[in-house]
């Protein structure tokens, strides 16, 4: 059974670093066929796409976060991990992390974690 | 970005009825549209992906279908558990950007 956990503060500083780790269960997250992504849900509305990385070296990130955002993997420890610099109110959300498979002729998140709140507030 | 328009925006129905939910790309993404149930406090869960393809353990009252650039989820008898919000999601290219979904109210 594979189980996405996050963890992290659930609150932190305007200006300061927004950093959460996904705990991964039930599948190593060097298997190829994964990207391993991160999702945000603003309170009442829809959700949206961060970044994600593979363990091939795949790498992508939501271009208006681009220069904000880092996704790595830690495979000895099977998490991956989210880093958001100089957040600030609008960065308070609900964060997903979820498994992205990436196939021949189909794309989806078919694994999410439960979702952390992280309130960004002085 | 591709565009999702989703309609409606919310949704009244009982139960057993025949519900379907419409999603609009900006251009055109193939089949490469998933939809999404959520329930308050929980995560999306995957129902169908490449437009029509039923997720595992999904009940067959799901179904989606294509036709362009619109994409439709139906859920035939509905059902209480069914009650939730409803997102199509594009995964044709980055930021797989989700509609602004569709939420279910028992009427």
């Known amino acids: 059974q594979v189980l996405l956990q996050e963890s992290g503060p659930g609150l932190v500083k305007p200006s300061q670093t927004l950093s959460l780790t996904c705990s991964v269960s039930g599948v190593s997250i060097s298997s190829g066929t994964y990207y391993w992504s991160w999702l945000r849900q603003p309170a009442g509305t829809t959700l949206e796409w961060l970044g994600r990385?593979?363990?091939?070296?795949?790498?992508n990130y939501r271009p208006s976060l681009n220069s904000r955002v880092t996704v790595s993997l830690d495979t000895s420890k099977n998490h991956f991990s989210l880093d958001l610099r100089s957040v600030t109110a609008a960065d308070t959300a609900v964060y997903y992390c979820?498994?992205?498979?990436?196939?021949?002729?189909?794309?989806?998140?078919?694994?999410w974690g439960q979702g952390i709140l992280v309130t960004v507030s002085s | 970005d591709i565009q999702m328009t989703q309609s409606p925006s919310s949704l009244s129905a009982s139960v057993g009825d025949r519900v379907t939910i419409t999603c609009r790309a900006s251009q055109s993404i193939s089949t490469y549209l998933n939809w999404y149930q959520q329930k308050p406090g929980k995560a999306p869960k995957l129902l169908i992906f490449a437009a029509s393809t039923l997720q595992g353990g999904v009940p067959s009252r799901f179904s989606g279908s294509r036709s362009g650039t619109d994409f439709t989820i139906t859920i035939t008898s509905l059902q209480p558990e069914d009650f939730a919000t409803y997102y199509c999601?594009?995964?044709?290219?980055?930021?797989?950007?989700f509609g602004q979904g569709t939420k279910l109210e028992i009427k």
């Open positions: 999601q594009e995964s044709y290219m980055a930021p797989y950007t």
């Open positions: 979820a498994r992205y498979f990436s196939g021949w002729d189909s794309d989806y998140f078919d694994y």
């Open positions: 990385v593979s363990s091939t070296g795949g790498i």
